[in-house]
C-alpha cells in the first residue's frame, strides 16, 4: 500500500452607501433577494432593446423561469445561449450540448458547451444587451465562470452591454486551494485563481475586467444588479440543483473537495441519488463502512464503475464541518491515495493536473507530504490573491 479596474455601473443608479444599508436591513430580516428578483432595477433598462441572455434552469425571478418572466413583460428576446448541461439543465458533465429552440418560449437556444466553448460574437449582431444569469457554485473548475469569460469578451468586441444577475456564491464563505499555474489555460482552469475564489459571478466579472484577464476589458460596458440582504458568511441554499449531479446543499458544500477524485479511479457517486456525497472504489477495504453500484441513470449515462460495487464513504454528514473550518479537506484523496495497492492504478494524472492546475498536488501526494506541509505550500499565493480579490468585492465578509 501506498504509504485596470474599468467603469462598472449598479443598475438603478443605486448609491454604494446605500446598498450596504440596504443588505444589512435584509440580513436583519433573514431576506436574500438574488439580482434576478430585483427586476425594476434592470427592467426599465430593456424595453425597447434587442436583448439575449445566458440562462439555465437556475435562471429565476421567485419560481417563474426568466426568460418567461421577461417575455411577459414584453421584452424583445432575441436569443437564449446555454452553458454546460444545456437550457434545462439535463446534460451530463462533459456532455456535447447541442443547439436547439425552446419549447416553451419559442426562442432559439445557442449552445455555449458544443464543439467550440468560445461565446459566438457574430450571433451577438444586432443586439444591445445580454442578460448573464447562472448559478455559479464558487469552484474554479465549474465551468460556468468560463462562460462568462468568453461572453464578457464577445460583448466588448460587438460593444454589446453586458448586464450581470448576481446570485449568492453558496461556497462564497472562504478561499483555499492550490492556485491555477498552467502554462495554458482549460476551460475548468481558465484563471490565475484558488480552487475556491469565494466570489459572486458578478465579483468574479469585475476581477476579470480588473485585472486585464479578458481580451477587451477597457472596452466593456458592464452593469450589475447586486443581490439584497447577502453577506459571504450566509448560509444560502440554493433553490434549485445548478447542475444534474449537485443535488443537495451537502454535495454543493463537498463538492470543491470532492471534485479532484474525478481525476482519479475512485466514484464520487455518479450514477447514484447520492453524487458528491460519497466516495469509493471496487478496490477498496470490503471493511469500508459504505457500499454503492454506479448505474447508467439521469446526469450520469456512462458512470466510473458502472455496475460495479464500490466500497468507500459517505460524506453526507461531514458537509457542515466544511462550513465551520472554512477550507477544503484534502484528507479524503490523500488517504483515498494510500489505500489504494500498488496493482492498482489511481490517477488520471493529466485531467488531475487540469483540475488542480498543475501537477504540483499531485506530486505532493505521492511524494508522501503531510497535510500541513500542503496547505503551507498554498499559503503566499492564497496571500496574493486575497488582496487581489478584496478589491472587487461587493458584499460584506
Known amino acids: 500500500m501506498r504509504g485596470k479596474f474599468s467603469k462598472v455601473a449598479a443598475i438603478g443608479g443605486l448609491l454604494l452607501a446605500l446598498f450596504f ?15 434576478a428578483e430585483r427586476i425594476n432595477r434592470y427592467l426599465p433598462y430593456l424595453y425597447g432593446k434587442n436583448i439575449g441572455v445566458v440562462a439555465n434552469q437556475t435562471s429565476r425571478v421567485g419560481g417563474v423561469h426568466l426568460v418567461d418572466t421577461l417575455q411577459a413583460r414584453g421584452c424583445n428576446l432575441e436569443r437564449i445561449f446555454s452553458p454546460e448541461h444545456g437550457f ?33 460574437a457574430d450571433l451577438l449582431d444586432g443586439m444591445d444587451v445580454l442578460l448573464f444569469d447562472l448559478q455559479d457554485v464558487g469552484a474554479r473548475f465549474y465551468t460556468y465562470i468560463s462562460t462568462l469569460h468568453y461572453a464578457m469578451e464577445a460583448c466588448a468586441a460587438k460593444g454589446v452591454q453586458l448586464i450581470i444577475l448576481d446570485r449568492p456564491n453558496p461556497n462564497g464563505f472562504y478561499v483555499d486551494g492550490p492556485m491555477n499555474k498552467l502554462d495554458e489555460p482549460s476551460f475548468i482552469a481558465m484563471h490565475p485563481v484558488p480552487v475556491v475564489h469565494g466570489m459572486t459571478i458578478a465579483e468574479y466579472a469585475q476581477m476579470l475586467v480588473g485585472e486585464g ?24 441554499e440554493l433553490p434549485v440543483p445548478p447542475s444534474p449531479n449537485l443535488r443537495s446543499q451537502q454535495a454543493i458544500y463537498l463538492y470543491p473537495s470532492l471534485c ?28 469500508a463502512p459504505y457500499e454503492f453500484t454506479p448505474k447508467s441513470s439521469f446526469g450520469a449515462k456512462s458512470p466510473k464503475w458502472q455496475d460495479k460495487v464500490c466500497h468507500g464513504y459517505n460524506l453526507k454528514d461531514y458537509a457542515p464541518f466544511l462550513w465551520e473550518q472554512g477550507q477544503l479537506n484534502i484528507f479524503w484523496l490523500m488517504d483515498a ?61
Open 21 to 35: 444599508q440596504g443588505m444589512a436591513q435584509g440580513d436583519a430580516f433573514n431576506k436574500i433577494e438574488v439580482g
Open 88 to 120: 434545462r439543465g439535463t446534460a451530463d458533465a462533459g456532455e456535447t450540448v447541442q443547439n436547439g429552440v425552446d419549447a416553451q418560449s419559442g426562442i432559439s437556444i445557442v449552445s455555449l458547451y458544443g464543439s467550440n466553448k468560445r461565446f459566438p
Open 213 to 236: 484577464w479578458i481580451d477587451g476589458a477597457d472596452a466593456l460596458d458592464l452593469a450589475v444588479v447586486p443581490c439584497f440582504g447577502y453577506r459571504h458568511s450566509s448560509k444560502y
Open 260 to 287: 479532484f477524485f474525478e481525476g482519479t479511479t475512485v466514484s464520487i457517486g455518479r450514477g447514484t441519488s447520492t453524487p458528491f456525497e460519497v466516495v469509493g472504489a471496487p478496490y477498496f477495504s470490503e471493511d
Open 337 to 397: 491515495y494510500r489505500q489504494t495497492p500498488d496493482d492498482v492504478k489511481f490517477w488520471n494524472a493529466e485531467f488531475f493536473d487540469l483540475l488542480a492546475g498543475g501537477p504540483e498536488l499531485r506530486e505532493q501526494i505521492v511524494a508522501g507530504k503531510t497535510e500541513q506541509e500542503i496547505r503551507a505550500s498554498w499559503a503566499p499565493d492564497l496571500a496574493a490573491f486575497a488582496a487581489i480579490r478584496r478589491k472587487y468585492l461587493l458584499y460584506p465578509q
